[in-house]
């Protein structure tokens, strides 16, 4: 169990998408940046959450290993100048404001558009990924268990996941204002990943619009569209798409822009045309502003209209909050636990050994009735002598005074020539 756990955050609070874009990883260098930390700094407890908004880096370790990590990503990205993007990362090196943190991600109260229920699969993602490198450890799987489980009750006891309120439904928002006096607006949506898949769903609230989606795997496109009523597109007629519709998003995970200036002055565009852009890295290059008539919005400026569901996700924060507190206090008792329970077992150990060694010494000459009944004796009273070493050892923990218990233990019963048992 780490003796501290620390994170690096880096997200749409400390950085603009331009700098995001640069720093943001897919689950392939997910898993060969955790593989170097596992084989650099023998982390056994790391994490790395990684979405439009923010790229975060969870782990346990004695020494502060920020910028070193933060190289490891830099390496992977091929971005050489990473050292000048320290000033954008977050950096928690104490165990109750990283694990803090952790939480009020998980649940969503540090999204752009606040409650977004997206997060919570990218965490258990991020999560299984750290599990199937063997780099969750029992303090890893306890913490996101515990947040797990007080995610369910945010769910239950608060109004904080009611309501459409998320960054595809404040997309859809977004196309519904701005199309407002276009007849039947013609939309082509880019990508049903995570989020084109999420965009897609929310487009029904959009009844009047013609809706055509393309992805690059035909079959995708085809399993959401159909329920949905939508035409698909196949990927290779993306371009003629794309010059016919009035609404673009793009949600398409590329490493250079997809839609790009120069394919834009190509198109013919009458009055308007919207460009929305929830990829990150960004696959719409920035300057097809520049073309008349084409207007471009990306995951930064896309901002969710007030309505009833976010108002009410707003008023339910200082009950997320409380359950978020409850939860964390009952994680620290168990770390807390965690610090004593090799003594424990040392000093069970212990008297065990001594209880062994007596009775070989006296049970030579007894009958087999008798070992039973001796045996039955000395655990009894093995078991009524550690209880009160354990209690006054738990109740330390709750004192902040373990520390001080485990020594006068160790010392009283010599305990460190004992090894425990794996």
């Known amino acids: 169990m780490p003796n501290k756990f620390k994170a690096i955050s880096l997200s749409h609070k400390t950085a603009p998408v331009q700098i995001r874009e640069h720093i943001s990883l897919t689950e392939d260098e997910i898993r060969r940046i955790l593989q170097k930390a596992k084989d650099f700094f023998s982390l056994s407890d790391a994490l790395i959450l990684s979405t439009c908004n923010r790229t975060e880096v969870?782990?346990?370790?004695?020494?502060?290993?920020?910028?070193?990590?933060?190289?490891?990503?830099?390496?992977?990205?091929?971005?050489?100048?990473?050292?000048?993007?320290?000033?954008?990362?977050?950096?928690?090196?104490?165990?109750?404001?990283?694990?803090?943190?952790?939480?009020?991600?998980?649940?969503?109260?540090?999204?752009?558009v606040i409650g977004d229920i997206q997060i919570s699969n990218q965490v258990k993602r991020a999560y299984q990924a750290a599990a199937d490198l063997d780099m969750a450890g029992p303090f890893l799987h306890r913490l996101m268990?515990?947040?797990?489980?007080?995610?369910?009750?945010?769910?239950?006891?608060?109004?904080?996941?009611d309501g459409a309120a998320s960054l595809s439904y404040a997309t859809v928002e977004l196309i519904e204002s701005l199309t407002v006096n276009t007849f039947e607006p013609r939309i082509l949506l880019i990508g049903v990943g995570e989020i084109g898949e999420d965009v897609a769903k929310n487009m029904v609230h959009l009844p009047h619009a013609k809706v055509k989606i393309t992805n690059r795997t035909y079959s995708k496109a085809e399993e959401i569209a159909s329920p949905l009523g939508f035409e698909v597109v196949p990927f290779e007629h993306a371009?003629?798409?794309?010059q016919e519709a009035d609404v673009i998003v793009s949600s398409i995970m590329k490493n250079e822009p997809f839609i790009t200036k120069e394919m834009v002055k190509s198109f013919d565009i009458q009055s308007y045309k919207l460009f929305i852009d929830l990829s990150v890295p960004r696959s719409i290059e920035t300057t097809v502003e520049d073309v008349p008539g084409a207007i471009l919005y990306n995951v930064d400026n896309i901002r969710s209209k007030t309505s009833a569901a976010?108002?009410?996700?707003?008023?339910a924060i200082p009950a997320v909050e409380t359950i978020i507190e409850e939860s964390i206090?009952?994680?620290?008792?168990?770390?807390?636990?965690?610090?004593?329970?090799?003594?424990?077992?040392?000093?069970?150990?212990?008297?065990?050994?001594?209880?062994?060694?007596?009775?070989?010494r006296y049970l030579k000459n007894a009958d087999?009735?008798?070992?039973?009944?001796?045996?039955?004796?000395t655990k009894s009273m093995m078991q009524k002598i550690i209880?009160?070493?354990?209690?006054?050892?738990?109740?330390?923990?709750?004192?902040?005074?373990?520390?001080?218990?485990?020594?006068i233990l160790t010392d009283l019963f010599d305990l460190e020539k004992i090894t425990t048992d794996k």
């Not at 990362?89 to 999204?111: K, P, W």
């Not at 268990?145 to 996941?161: G, L, P, S």
């Not at 371009?239 to 794309?242: K, S």
């Not at 008792?333 to 209880?355: A, F, G």
């Open 239 to 242: 371009f003629e798409a794309m």
């Open 58 to 112: 969870y782990y346990g370790h004695e020494l502060d290993l920020s910028t070193e990590i933060i190289k490891l990503i830099g390496l992977e990205k091929g971005v050489t100048d990473v050292v000048n993007y320290l000033n954008y990362f977050e950096v928690l090196n104490e165990d109750n404001q990283a694990i803090e943190h952790l939480f009020r991600v998980s649940m969503g109260l540090e999204a752009q």
């Open 368 to 377: 087999p009735k008798e070992q039973v009944l001796i045996e039955k004796i």
């Open 310 to 315: 976010l108002d009410k996700r707003l008023g």
């Open 145 to 161: 268990h515990t947040i797990f489980f007080t995610n369910k009750r945010v769910v239950q006891e608060t109004a904080f996941r």
């Open 329 to 360: 206090a009952e994680f620290f008792n168990w770390k807390k636990e965690m610090m004593v329970s090799p003594t424990i077992n040392k000093l069970k150990q212990s008297l065990e050994q001594i209880r062994q060694e007596e009775i070989s």
């Open 387 to 407: 209880k009160i070493p354990v209690i006054q050892l738990k109740a330390a923990c709750q004192r902040d005074q373990a520390e001080e218990m485990i020594e």
